[in-house]
């Protein structure tokens, strides 16, 4: 990664030198000639894109008209067609340093939004105003067209109004206040709009030219590099939670390990934060349609401070609304760190013990990492003389590549992980390969992923999986995302460039990118819908194949360290088995009828949903109410209790059996 870096940013430098830019024209900021050397910059460092086409200026046109108008209540067909107008040589203006088609459209996109926020006003301040809860409307923007005239936006934009002000509703407060917010929102909107800099209007043209090229790639502005700096303050000493902004809601993206929020037990993944208040008897301030910035300086705090949060969550169709408060504190890797469960089960009339090894990410740092947390977890389990281990990377995003590859070589001897390609074909693949001789771990082995589990997570599952050294369960696939990034800073304080240079490979030579890694064994899970997965991103690069490099010295036959390659005929009984106990399991019932729903209504709002979910039982509040941190044995019977490890340690105990039987 060092080596990318350096190279990116000797290159960067020599374009600038090359358009002999002044000191004193960096100092003022971004400026339209530095685009074209910025683009080129791109074009050279990306993995598998080196030119810009038509097609690259057809994905950036489309970006760019998506980044000034997400939900499609600003802008008409017409004025759609007016900014592909000016972008139709957008390539070539650039390269000459011309930019005065940015400036005509924000122009043509200040009109509108004045006109949208007179509309909104309007709409809002009769007296008479009351949100009608027979509105119904499809909400995801990809599947609604630009509307044709300015009636037809204003039919849709009321239609949203009302969807706006019930979400203030749901928070308990009352229908002046709510409408007075919603003004104020669109009043905010306008302001920033109106006094918009052209810096940030360059930035906002970058970063779409860096994701028409795939979706990790990215341009960071001086304030969006501030942005990324206090995210990543938050993840280590706030709630421990990483944040994104989607249609005016401040997302959940991710739970930091040992943040807070992840030892609450009471946040997830997804959840939406509606409202902030400082301190735990403070007032909630609603926080919908916030910049995501001003959200997390409101979650931000010192030490041992409160911060409350209103979440929403969405079940099935439905929505859920409850409190919760935490304490900010730093990381407590000691909590959420690699940890294991014992559990007794029966098999053929014996007593057998199981292990559950949760590894929540791929920590190192501080003295500490996840590979030697692991290999101390399989000394203690093979003192206890285990059975079979489950290995859980159900909620794992990732983390340090150099420990997922000396974790994946705990359970062979050594050999091959992952290669990682670069956009130098000449150079090939650099592999990445375990060189412990120790296999610290011989017995049957499952392996639990979901769609949440990403990057390390998925060159882990996929050599255990291309070595048939275990069996993976779970959700469907994992997440895709198979590509590496480097952020290179541009000189003074430009900004910076964030650019996909490589790939990974599994041993079995597929890529981890856009297809993720398939489980041998599926079930129903809450993350298998459409929202989630690198193949539901734009431009997501296109999954590829290289040569197997499967290392022999891996196996080992007999003797020490000697283990038991996996079966496909085990396969295909473990599915007969698995099939049927979650066709008769209330749990996975439940799950399966959410997931039919949700992909039935997709993104449709009913207002008479959200507001029906305002009543929320006594028992819920009481229950989301509660500041207390679950203890270590309240969280172990919970873990234990999910369905998905409970059908994990059913597919170990069957693999068991097998083994047993094989031997």
């Known amino acids: 990664m060092n080596f990318f870096r350096s190279i990116t940013s000797v290159y960067i430098l020599i374009l600038f030198s090359g358009f002999s830019v002044q000191a004193q024209l960096l100092d003022e900021g971004l400026n339209c000639k530095f685009l074209y050397p910025i683009e080129k910059a791109y074009l050279e460092q990306h993995i598998s894109i080196h030119d810009a086409d038509s097609k690259i ?39 000459e340093g011309n930019c005065t088609f940015l400036d005509n459209i924000q122009k043509r996109y200040i009109e509108r939004v004045k006109e949208r926020v007179e509309f909104a006003k309007k709409l809002l301040s009769d007296k008479k105003f009351k949100v009608d809860s027979t509105i119904e409307f499809e909400f995801d923007p990809d599947k609604r067209p630009y509307g044709k005239t300015d009636k037809e936006i204003h039919e849709f934009l009321k239609k949203h109004i009302h969807f706006q002000v019930a979400n203030y509703l749901i928070t308990d407060i009352k229908i002046d206040e709510a409408t007075g917010n919603v003004i104020r929102n669109y009043e905010r909107l306008l302001k920033r709009t109106q006094e918009k800099k052209r810096n940030d209007i360059f930035a906002d043209y970058l970063d779409s030219f860096a994701r028409a090229l795939d979706p990790h790639s990215s341009f960071f502005s001086r304030e969006v590099e501030e942005d990324f700096d206090i995210q990543m303050s938050l993840s280590l000493e706030g709630i421990g939670a990483t944040l994104s902004s989607q249609d005016g809601f401040t997302v959940v993206e991710a739970l930091v390990p040992g943040g807070a929020a992840a030892r609450s037990g009471l946040i997830q993944p997804q959840d939406k934060i509606i409202a902030v208040g400082q301190g735990e008897a403070g007032k909630l301030e609603n926080v919908i349609e916030f910049e995501l910035r001003d959200v997390v300086s409101r979650i931000r705090g010192k030490k041992g401070t409160k911060v409350k949060l209103l979440i929403l969550r969405k079940v099935g169709d439905k929505k859920e609304k409850f409190e919760v408060t935490l304490v900010r504190d730093k990381i407590k890797l000691e909590d959420e760190a690699a940890n294991i469960y014992y559990v007794d089960r ?121 070595y048939k050294r275990a069996v993976v369960v779970g959700g469907d696939h994992t997440f895709g995302k198979g590509s590496v990034q480097t952020v290179v800073r541009i000189p003074q304080d430009l900004g910076a460039l964030k650019v996909t240079i490589g790939m990974f490979f599994i041993p079995g030579g597929n890529s981890t990118q856009h297809r993720g890694v398939e489980a041998d064994v599926q079930w129903p899970n809450v993350w298998n819908n459409e929202e989630i997965g690198e193949k539901t991103l734009d431009y997501s690069l296109p999954p590829k194949k290289i040569t197997s490099f499967l290392s022999p010295d891996a196996f080992v036959k007999e003797g020490v360290g000697a283990w038991t390659p996996i079966d496909s005929k085990w396969i295909s009984t473990l599915k007969e088995k698995s099939a049927e106990r979650v066709k008769g399991d209330a749990e996975f019932k439940k799950v399966q009828e959410d997931l039919a729903k949700a992909q039935k209504t997709g993104k449709v709002i009913k207002i008479a949903e959200i507001l029906k979910d305002k009543d929320a039982t006594a028992e819920k509040q009481k229950k989301a109410k509660a500041t207390k941190v679950a203890t270590k044995q309240e969280r172990e019977k919970e873990y234990l209790g999910r369905v998905d490890i409970k059908e994990s340690l059913n597919v170990l105990t069957d693999l068991v059996t097998l083994s047993g039987q094989s031997k």
Do not use: H, W
């Open 57 to 95: 200026r057809d994905q950036l046109i489309e970006q760019y008209i998506k980044r000034m108008d997400p939900t499609k209540v600003f802008f008409t067909q017409a004025d759609v067609d007016y900014v592909r107008q000016q972008m139709s040589k957008v390539l070539e203006l650039v390269k």
């Open 346 to 466: 029966v098999i053929d009339g014996k007593k057998k013990v199981l292990g559950v090894i949760n590894l929540p990410s791929f920590y190192a740092g501080g003295g500490r990492s996840s590979a030697a947390d692991m290999k101390k977890l399989l000394v203690a389990a093979n003192q206890k003389k285990v059975d079979g281990v489950v290995l859980d990377l159900s909620s794992n995003g990732g983390g340090s590549l150099e420990d997922a590859v000396k974790i994946a070589g705990l359970f062979f001897k050594t050999g091959n992980v992952v290669k990682q390609s670069s956009r130098d074909r000449s150079r090939g693949e650099i592999a990445l390969a375990d060189a412990d001789a120790a296999v610290d771990y011989v017995g049957p082995l499952v392996v639990l992923i979901t769609r949440i589990s990403a990057s390390a997570s998925e060159i882990v599952a996929g050599t255990l999986q291309d």
